[in-house]
C-alpha cells in the first residue's frame, strides 16, 4: 500500500536532548512538509522540501533541523534549541506541479506525539 | 498571502440532523480549497478540494462544499450527521505566494455528534 509512515508513535524528551522524528513516503511524490500542530491553533508549517537536497523554512522553525537526502525520507529533528517541542508532528507529501497549477494536494502520516519530561 | 477563517471553534449536531461547518477565505485571486478531517490522535484525510472547476464540490462520506466567490465563502455541509463524523476539521487554502505552494491552515472545527 502506498502512503507515509511516521516513527515513533510517541517520543519522550528530556531536557537539553535533541530526537529525531521519522518520516518515510512511497507515494513517489517530490515535496515534503513538516507541521506541528497544538491545540486550537491549527497546522503550522515547519520546513519543507521541494526536491531533494533542498529545503526551505517554513513559519517555526526555530529549534529545528531537517534534511532531504533521499526522495522517499525527510527526518525531522527537535533540538535543544526549541524550548516549546510537546506538540504533535505531523509530516505531509505531495506531487511536485507546474508554476500554472495551483493545486496542491497533500497527504499525511498518523503523526508523532512528542512530549518534553 | 491566502488565509482562511473557520468562524465555529466547536459544533454540536444531533445525529441525523444536518451538518454546517463555515469557512471564509481571503485570497487576491481565484484559490485552491480543501477539507481535511482529522480523528483523535490521527492524521489529516483530504475530504474534498475545490480547484475552479465545479463550484459545488462533493467529497468523501457524504460530505460537499459550495465554493462562493461574492461571498469568499466555502462552507462544508452534510444532509445528516453519524456518530462516526464527530471529528476535528480543517479548511486549508493553497498559498501559491509562498514557494512550495505550501498550505494555510484554519485553526479547526470541533464537532460533535450526539445520539
Known amino acids: 500500500d502506498g502512503g507515509i509512515t511516521q516513527s515513533p508513535k510517541y517520543l519522550f524528551r528530556k531536557e537539553g536532548q535533541n530526537v529525531t522524528l521519522s518520516c518515510e513516503q512511497n507515494?513517489?511524490?517530490?515535496?515534503m512538509y513538516w507541521y506541528r500542530q497544538d491545540p486550537g491553533q491549527g497546522l503550522r508549517l515547519i520546513y519543507y522540501?521541494?526536491?531533494?537536497?533542498?529545503?526551505q523554512k517554513g513559519d517555526i522553525a526555530e529549534g529545528y533541523s531537517v534534511s532531504r537526502e533521499k526522495k522517499e525520507s525527510f527526518p525531522l529533528t527537535v533540538t535543544s534549541a526549541q524550548k516549546n517541542p510537546t506538540a504533535f508532528y505531523l509530516c505531509?507529501?505531495?506531487?511536485?506541479?507546474?508554476?500554472?497549477?495551483?493545486?496542491?494536494?497533500?497527504?499525511f502520516g498518523p503523526g508523532t506525539r512528542l512530549t518534553v519530561l | 498571502a491566502q488565509s482562511v477563517t473557520q468562524l465555529d471553534s466547536h459544533v454540536s449536531v444531533s445525529e441525523g440532523t444536518p451538518v454546517l461547518l463555515r469557512c471564509n477565505y481571503s485570497?487576491?485571486?481565484?484559490?485552491?480549497l480543501f477539507w481535511y478531517v482529522q480523528h483523535p490522535n490521527k492524521g489529516l484525510q483530504l475530504l474534498l478540494k475545490?480547484?475552479?472547476?465545479?463550484?459545488l464540490v462533493k467529497g468523501i462520506n457524504g460530505f460537499e462544499a459550495e465554493f462562493k466567490k461574492s461571498e469568499t465563502s466555502f462552507h462544508l455541509t452534510k444532509p445528516s450527521a453519524h456518530m462516526s463524523d464527530a471529528a476535528e476539521y480543517f479548511c486549508?487554502?493553497?498559498?501559491?505566494?509562498?514557494?512550495?505552494?505550501?498550505?494555510?491552515f484554519g485553526k479547526g472545527t470541533s464537532l460533535l455528534v450526539t445520539p
Open positions: 505531509a507529501s505531495s506531487i511536485a506541479f507546474s508554476g500554472t497549477d495551483f493545486y496542491n494536494e497533500q497527504f
Open positions: 507515494l513517489n511524490h517530490d515535496a
Open positions: 522540501s521541494q526536491i531533494v537536497n533542498d529545503f
Open positions: 485570497s487576491s485571486y481565484s484559490p485552491s
Open positions: 475545490y480547484t475552479s472547476a465545479a463550484t
Open positions: 486549508v487554502v493553497s498559498d501559491p505566494g509562498r514557494s512550495g505552494y505550501a498550505l494555510n
